[in-house]
């Protein structure tokens, strides 16, 4: 029967036709979002959630810009929500809708991404940096130098991530991982295809399962990864961020242009900036929580976590956009895995 005949057929029998379901479109991080949030989200509102992943900025920005589909929220990283906002992609958001806004830390304002925060609002703060499973691994590992040695090909694990993997070899010969030039990436293409043949897995979903198996003794994760392995086993894995520089990365959740959902997507905004919700993402998700209001709901131990909250003054960075050298990068990467058989 048609949607019409339905129309008709209840307007004589005098019942009501049933309204859809609103729904809120979410294309996120894989592995990163709790099902008790989403579902705790659903509950209260009534909204379902249609979440769908990806496993890198750079292959959400391809589906967003392809048009293939139409997105409510997305969650970006600091970068990427740059060079959305010099494309004019993103909703400016109505802090009026927001309240909870006020739980952030003050350190997330006047991030050269958003600095007030107009466009983004910060989910989950973390570094990339390296796991030792110090059982196997006896030798110091202090940096991306000491990482990637021939000693250890087979046994690594790394982000399947060419930004990171590039902005890590800039660093490893003294450049600012913010460097991407042309000339940049020639200099370190030769330092690269020595790395990439000790390589074992790529992973960017679930760099931890490597490590957990024993398939590899060492990783260079996303610090939530890394703290997971800790609280699972202590006294086997360590955290170390590279003494040459670490990326500092800011994952944030952001309305694209052409959302069919505004509203929905600042209520999922304003519920996940909840102390009570947003302790329950670090606990399953264990990243550093920029909801200074939800950090003091943490347990001492989770506060201890050197993964989730690295102790001391590490030399940490932001990445900005990069703009159209981002391809070059991508090739770089594709171009060299190829030839290390990847």
């Given at each position: 029967?048609?949607?019409?005949?339905?129309?008709?057929?209840?307007?004589?029998?005098?019942?009501?036709?049933?309204?859809?379901?609103?729904?809120?479109?979410?294309?996120?991080?894989?592995?990163?979002?709790?099902?008790?949030?989403?579902?705790?989200?659903?509950?209260?509102?009534?909204?379902?959630?249609?979440?769908?992943?990806?496993?890198?900025?750079?292959?959400?920005?391809?589906?967003?810009?392809?048009?293939?589909?139409?997105?409510?929220?997305?969650?970006?990283?600091?970068?990427?929500?740059?060079?959305?906002?010099?494309?004019?992609?993103?909703?400016?958001?109505?802090?009026?809708?927001?309240?909870?806004?006020?739980?952030?830390?003050?350190?997330?304002?006047?991030?050269?991404?958003?600095?007030?925060?107009?466009?983004s609002i910060p989910y989950m703060q973390g570094t990339v940096g390296i796991v030792i499973n110090t059982e196997k691994v006896k030798e110091p590992v202090t940096g991306y130098n000491d990482f990637f040695q021939p000693k250890y090909k087979g046994r690594l694990v790394i982000l399947d991530d060419a930004l990171e993997i590039v902005t890590w070899a800039l660093s490893s010969i003294g450049?600012?991982?913010?460097?991407?030039?042309?000339?940049?990436?020639?200099?370190?293409?030769?330092?690269?295809?020595?790395?990439?043949?000790?390589?074992?897995?790529?992973?960017?979903?679930?760099?931890?399962?490597?490590?957990?198996?024993?398939?590899?003794?060492?990783?260079?994760?996303?610090?939530?990864?890394?703290?997971?392995?800790?609280?699972?086993?202590?006294?086997?894995?360590?955290?170390?961020?590279?003494?040459?520089?670490?990326?500092?990365?800011?994952?944030?959740?952001?309305?694209?242009?052409?959302?069919?959902?505004?509203?929905?997507?600042?209520?999922?905004?304003?519920?996940?900036?909840?102390?009570?919700?947003?302790?329950?993402?670090?606990?399953?998700?264990?990243?550093?929580?920029?909801?200074?209001?939800?950090?003091?709901?943490?347990?001492?131990?989770?506060?201890?976590?050197?993964?989730?909250?690295?102790?001391?003054?590490?030399?940490?960075?932001?990445?900005?956009?990069?703009?159209?050298?981002?391809?070059?990068?991508?090739?770089?990467?594709?171009?060299?895995?190829?030839?290390?058989?990847?």
């Amino acid at each position: 029967m048609s949607r019409f005949a339905s129309l008709v057929l209840a307007a004589l029998v005098g019942f009501a036709v049933p309204a859809a379901a609103e729904e809120l479109s979410l294309f996120a991080w894989s592995e990163y979002i709790p099902q008790s949030v989403l579902d705790g989200f659903t509950k209260e509102t009534g909204i379902e959630i249609n979440y769908e992943t990806y496993a890198s900025n750079e292959e959400m920005l391809a589906k967003l810009v392809s048009g293939a589909a139409s997105y409510d929220l997305i969650q970006p990283s600091e970068y990427t929500v740059e060079a959305l906002v010099k494309a004019n992609r993103l909703v400016k958001l109505d802090h009026a809708k927001l309240p909870n806004l006020k739980n952030i830390g003050k350190e997330y304002w006047g991030q050269p991404h958003d600095p007030k925060l107009e466009y983004s609002i910060p989910y989950m703060q973390g570094t990339v940096g390296i796991v030792i499973n110090t059982e196997k691994v006896k030798e110091p590992v202090t940096g991306y130098n000491d990482f990637f040695q021939p000693k250890y090909k087979g046994r690594l694990v790394i982000l399947d991530d060419a930004l990171e993997i590039v902005t890590w070899a800039l660093s490893s010969i003294g450049l600012d991982a913010n460097s991407v030039t042309k000339e940049n990436l020639e200099k370190v293409r030769p330092v690269i295809a020595k790395w990439l043949p000790l390589v074992k897995v790529y992973d960017s979903d679930s760099p931890k399962t490597a490590l957990l198996n024993g398939d590899v003794d060492l990783g260079m994760v996303w610090s939530g990864e890394a703290a997971i392995l800790i609280q699972e086993a202590p006294k086997k894995f360590r955290y170390v961020l590279p003494k040459e520089g670490a990326h500092m990365f800011i994952d944030n959740l952001a309305i694209p242009k052409g959302a069919e959902n505004v509203p929905a997507a600042h209520k999922f905004m304003d519920y996940i900036m909840r102390p009570t919700v947003s302790v329950e993402i670090s606990k399953e998700f264990p990243y550093t929580n920029p909801n200074v209001e939800a950090r003091k709901l943490l347990t001492p131990a989770e506060r201890a976590n050197e993964a989730s909250y690295p102790p001391g003054n590490p030399k940490l960075e932001t990445f900005r956009d990069i703009g159209p050298i981002a391809a070059d990068v991508d090739k770089l990467i594709t171009d060299l895995k190829a030839k290390s058989g990847a």
